[in-house]
């Protein structure tokens, strides 16, 4: 039976830590396919670059992965609650997993219909707080580090190519 893994969030931008979290996933858990999906708004956080702009460099980061690819809803606007349906539906003879950092964890029960939502999908969680490795990444710290021209930043190279060649996150 095939396993698929699902990531979803604002990517604005996929960092180390996302490409980490992904990585290890397919190793220790066995994963043939990851889903990364993007959200084009955001329901917690404000967005930094435009979509079209973070979907490119999902792209260029996943690039060197070759069991992860992106995964395009049929709408724009495609809150996981919707998606994860077709999703299944499109899988149908697949282990479903949904990769999730604690903070989420923390949260999930709250979501509208989520046991049904979550039934049949197994958890892959990582620790976001405390001092987990993946605490040391983020979003926002990328973002920081590129507008301060840091000589090192946590995005894969082509991904820091484009959001220099674009001035993303000045």
């Known amino acids: ?17 996302h490409i980490d979290f992904i990585d290890s996933s397919i190793e220790k858990y066995g994963l043939d396919k990851v889903l990364v999906l993007i959200e084009e708004i955001s329901k917690f956080k404000q967005s930094f670059a435009e979509f079209t702009h973070r979907k490119k460099i999902v792209e260029l980061s996943i690039k060197s992965i070759p069991k992860a690819r992106l995964y395009e809803p049929v709408s724009a606007s495609f809150p996981l609650s919707s998606t994860l349906p077709n999703i299944k539906s499109d899988f149908k003879d697949a282990e479903i997993y949904l990769l999730i950092g604690d903070d989420v964890e923390k949260h ?11 039934k049949g999908v197994e958890l892959i969680v990582t620790k976001r707080s405390g001092s987990g490795k993946y605490n040391q990444v983020s979003s926002g710290k990328a973002r920081k580090q590129i507008r301060a021209g840091a000589p090192s930043v946590d995005l894969e190279n082509e991904a820091l190519k484009y959001c220099e060649q674009k001035g993303l996150y000045r």
């Open 1 to 17: 039976m095939k396993k698929i893994g699902i990531i979803t969030g604002a990517f604005d931008p996929m960092h180390s830590g």
């Open 108 to 118: 999930i029960n709250t979501w509208p219909n989520a046991g049904e939502l979550l």
